[in-house]
């Protein structure tokens, strides 16, 4: 009942930029937690950074002061700024939100399909 659908990965080089998007929508009553996972093959998904309703952020400790995450409540979106990317930050990134369905007041929880970021070295 809830789709996230991401965007803004791709190929970048060490020390470049990328922004992620990802837009959630269905029968959505209230989104609380917004974050940012990435897995790479082989490995377990792990959390990148997260952000509350009330914009409370949490990170990573190896991305803390070059990612930045951010959401727009009314557009029930996320956003995550990556800065000063480097090679062991490839990986799929996925969305992930959490919140309340329309209008059963059901919790849910949602994933994206994930978006492909590499950086080469």
């Known amino acids: 009942q809830v789709q996230l659908v991401e965007s803004g990965g791709g190929l970048v080089q060490a020390g470049g930029s990328l922004r992620l998007s990802c837009t959630a929508s269905?029968?959505?009553?209230?989104?609380?937690?917004m974050g940012w996972y990435r897995q790479v093959p082989g490995k377990q998904r792990e959390l990148v950074a997260t952000i509350t309703r009330g914009s409370s952020t949490m990170y990573k400790d190896s991305v803390k002061g070059r990612f930045t995450i951010s959401r727009d409540n009314a557009k029930n979106m996320v956003y995550l700024q990556m800065n000063s990317l480097k090679p062991e930050d490839t990986a799929v990134y996925y969305c992930?939100?959490?919140?309340?369905?329309?209008?059963?007041?059901?919790?849910?929880?949602?994933w994206g399909q994930g978006t492909q970021v590499t950086v080469s070295s």
């Open positions: 269905g029968s959505i009553s209230s989104i609380t937690t």
């Open positions: 992930n939100t959490e919140g309340l369905l329309a209008p059963i007041l059901r919790q849910f929880i949602s």
